[in-house]
């Protein structure tokens, strides 16, 4: 295949809690890829656009770089390459476009299970091991508190039982590596969780055509992610209660049900996560053949 320049290049993380995610992001996007064994680019085969695997610690610098187009990475990293760059004098190394709905967690604090220590308030002189300490330091500066940061590259929860460090501040997701290290979780400093974001320079082009398409489809994704269509048949007179019952509702479309006077179909895309107790206090107001369906796509 023959690589025009313009094709769009997307960075997405190598290995790790992200990679399977933003794949099936993109397949999600209408994307069909070859990608060989082992091979760090997967090549888009119906549209001008291809991915690169890499280190999600590089992704912010190969978008600011312009290497690549877009980039989809954890609010935590971009916070942290935010700070150096910003250091460095350039304040808008990316622009942010959407935050996604997946890859949540957060920068936490933690202490050990069996230490003295358990508030940050309380870290006078201590040592934090972190891999963020950009954002470690920011935090420690705004509140006022004196610790010193040492940066580990990973395998951060392990710093307290070499001695290395009193305390650590590190991803927290699910708590199992935390509690696996015998370490409790602390004070929040950071909520993170994917982001897509673009180059700062003026995409060219013959390309923005794509960057849109692209960028407009993942909108797209997320919103149907969380939707649902709904449709019930409904006294015309309980409309409005429905209506409130309905979660991110829009304007319901509403139409005659055949010999029936008193009764409407109502159809109505709901922007959130709809729950049996929902449908139990429709049918409480009168709604019956209540239906709720997954939405495939939807273009705004
Ligand atoms: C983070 C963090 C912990 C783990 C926490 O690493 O460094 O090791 O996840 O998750 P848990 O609370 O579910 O146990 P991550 O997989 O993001 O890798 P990275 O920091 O090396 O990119
Ligand atoms: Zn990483």
Known sequence: MTQSPARIKIAIQKSGRLTELCLELLQQCGLKYSRGRDQLIGFGENMPVDFLLVRDDDI???????????????????????????????????????????????????YPEDGDLQA?????????????????????????????????????????????????????????????????????????????VQTPIDIPAEKTEWVNRLVERIAGVQQVRGSKYIMMHAPRSALAAIHELLPGAESPTVLPLDEVNDKVAVH??????????????????GASSILVLPIEKMLA
């Open 60 to 110: 912010p610098g190969l978008v600011k770089d312009d290497v690549c187009d877009l980039g989809i990475c954890g609010m935590n990293v971009l916070e942290e390459k935010r700070l150096e760059y910003a250091a460095a004098g350039d304040d808008a190394p990316f622009k942010m476009l959407q935050p996604l709905d997946f890859g949540h967690c957060r920068l936490a604090f933690a």
């Open 120 to 196: 940050i308030t309380d870290i006078d002189g201590q040592t934090i091991a972190t891999s963020y300490p950009l954002i470690v330091e920011d935090y420690l500066k705004r509140n006022q508190l004196n610790g010193q940061v040492i940066e580990f590259s990973g395998a951060v929860e392990i710093a307290p039982n070499l001695g290395r460090a009193e305390l650590i501040c590190d991803l927290v997701s699910t708590g199992g590596t935390l509690a696996a290290n015998r370490l409790v979780e602390g004070e929040t400093i950071l909520e993170s969780r994917a982001c897509l």
């Open 268 to 285: 109505v895309v709901c922007r959130e996560n709809v729950f049996w107790e929902t449908l139990e206090d429709l049918k409480r107001k």
